[in-house]
């Protein structure tokens, strides 16, 4: 994620632009349709600092404390004393601006530097994903860049500068993956989640209630090596170890940036003061290495052609699949689950209705074309990646002096400096949507489709999309028809359902405590 997204290549999906719901609605139905471009021209806008400011230059507040002293204290209130959340709306409060300065984690003796000028509006967050503005280079995890002995010695994609020249390369491959992939994603998504339902069944069963977490990874670990590579885990050394091995791989990673939820005086010292050795998630990394390796052949085939070795592209369909595409399914299924449980009754209701009336009208199938007329459903997706983006954090370097705006106010950022935004905040912008902190599945619907050049979870507006020079999340369409397919899947199979909600190191934890089946 070069800057943060769930970086997967895109399916270059393209959906017909005129088609009607199965059912009147009282909103003009505006069909937008998805698809990807592999334009090795990207747009580039006027510079903010070649034009005229808007207004008055104000002084970015906030400050940095002293050396040491400030990154650790704001460290601490982050991870411990506020929280992430109260850590952001206190400073704001505090300064009476949604840009202001502050430290960011892991700070000493991780990161050399942790100073970052804070961007939580909806106005000022897109500068960083203008490649025009701000670097990418080594800022996928913030102020600090996880060992390259992760990645096999290779800076993978998701740390280039689309600058560089193989960021084009690797992107162009990836965008490979799936353009060779896509007549199985949704056969492959039907078959593995239909496993995970029957799962869920019998726990919930058994128990009196079922854990989402476990049976949705294998669900997704497998759909993910089937659909894109057409190999079944089970049928090789990997079995069902893949998502225990992920799971391992990526916290050795992230752990700097991360609460496991130990005591403080544990957490500290082992994974926020000192980096843990990549050595001890050699042995899981080498076996995932080796599945990938074997089950890639046509893909590292096509590498090779694009001057790529097979290794560095192995190690980058690894990272794309397992980092990229693995953790954000492992985040926005249970994202989803929460808020569409929250809705309640009513809401499953009117999504059944809507899915099963679409899907009888198209001979039983569920196809990407079918998919377009179901307003609600892509609308309630849509609402999930707005109020909880399954990668809250982006950063990017000022590649020259600038000028940045929020809704009231007009800053300069030196060359150098580095911007971060927290997408929570930016996409609950109050001043752009109203309702702001509600869950509003219909707010996409007709009219509504204007506000999604606001939503922003792939690194870049819903709106547009992933290029060759740009860092927008290359699989953008794959993971939001991976969305939508669970949410269908969901609907086709059960009238309704209940859960409780807890909290993960990495999003939401959830168990269903009933699963109503599909009466009509």
Not at 23 to 38: C, D, G
Not at 64 to 71: A, N, Q, T
Not at 168 to 185: A, P
């Amino acid at each position: 994620m070069a800057s943060p997204s769930l970086t997967f290549p895109s399916l270059q999906l393209q959906f017909p632009t005129h088609t009607k719901s199965s059912k009147p609605s009282k909103h003009k139905l505006i069909v937008r349709p998805i698809f990807a471009s592999v334009s090795e021209k990207p747009s580039v806008p006027v510079s903010q600092s070649q034009v005229t400011p808007p207004g008055p230059i104000r002084k970015i507040p906030g400050d940095y404390g002293l050396p040491f002293i400030g990154p650790m204290k704001d460290r601490l209130d982050y991870f411990y004393n506020q929280g992430r959340e109260e850590f952001f709306r206190s400073r704001a409060q505090k300064h009476q601006s949604t840009v202001f300065r502050s430290n960011m984690p892991p700070g000493p003796f991780i990161s050399s530097n942790s100073k970052v000028i804070v961007l939580l509006d909806g106005k000022s967050f897109p500068v960083l994903f203008d490649v025009s503005k701000v670097e990418k280079k080594d800022v996928f995890t913030g102020t600090f860049m996880p060992s390259t002995e992760f990645t096999g010695g290779f800076r993978v994609l998701s740390y280039l500068d689309p600058s560089e020249p193989d960021h084009t390369k690797l992107k162009r491959l990836l965008f490979f993956l799936l353009q060779s992939s896509r007549d199985r994603v949704i056969p492959e998504f039907h078959s593995c989640f239909s496993e995970l339902f029957e799962t869920l069944e019998s726990e919930l069963a058994a128990k009196g209630k079922a854990s989402f977490a476990d049976p949705n990874d294998q669900a997704s670990f497998n759909f993910l090596a089937r659909a894109l590579y057409g190999t079944k885990p089970t049928d090789t050394k990997l079995g069902t170890d893949g998502p225990g091995l992920i799971t391992t791989w990526v916290v050795f990673q992230l752990s700097p940036i991360l609460t496991l939820g130990l005591p403080k005086f544990i957490e500290e010292p082992l994974i926020h003061t000192f980096r843990l050795p990549a050595f001890l998630a050699k042995s899981s990394y080498q076996k995932l290495y080796d599945f990938f390796y074997d089950a890639s052949t046509h893909v590292l085939d096509e590498g090779e052609k694009m001057g790529i070795s097979r290794e560095e592209a192995c190690h980058n369909l690894l990272f794309a699949t397992c980092f990229n595409s693995f953790g954000g399914m492992k985040i926005i299924f249970p994202t989803i689950l929460k808020w569409v449980g929250r809705g309640g009754v009513k809401l499953h209701t009117q999504l059944a209705q809507e899915i099963r009336s679409v899907v009888k009208s198209n001979g039983g199938k569920v196809t990407m074309a079918s998919m377009e007329q179901m307003p609600l459903m892509k609308s309630t997706v849509y609402e999930a990646f707005r109020i909880e983006p399954p990668v809250a954090l982006q950063y990017g370097k000022a590649k020259q002096d600038l000028v940045i705006e929020s809704h009231d106010s007009v800053f300069e950022v030196k060359e150098g400096e580095m911007l971060f935004g927290y997408q929570p905040f930016a996409t609950k912008d109050p001043k752009i949507f109203e309702r702001s902190e509600e869950f509003v599945p219909d707010r996409f619907v007709g009219e509504g489709e204007k506000l999604l050049k606001h939503v922003l979870w792939s690194n870049g507006p819903e709106t547009e999309n992933p290029t060759l020079g740009n860092k927008q999340c290359a699989g953008k369409d794959f993971v939001v028809l991976a969305a939508r397919l669970f949410v269908v899947d969901l609907f086709l199979r059960y009238d309704s359902f209940d859960i409780e909600v807890g909290t993960s190191v990495l999003g939401s934890a959830i168990n269903l405590t009933s699963l109503k089946r599909a009466s009509f």
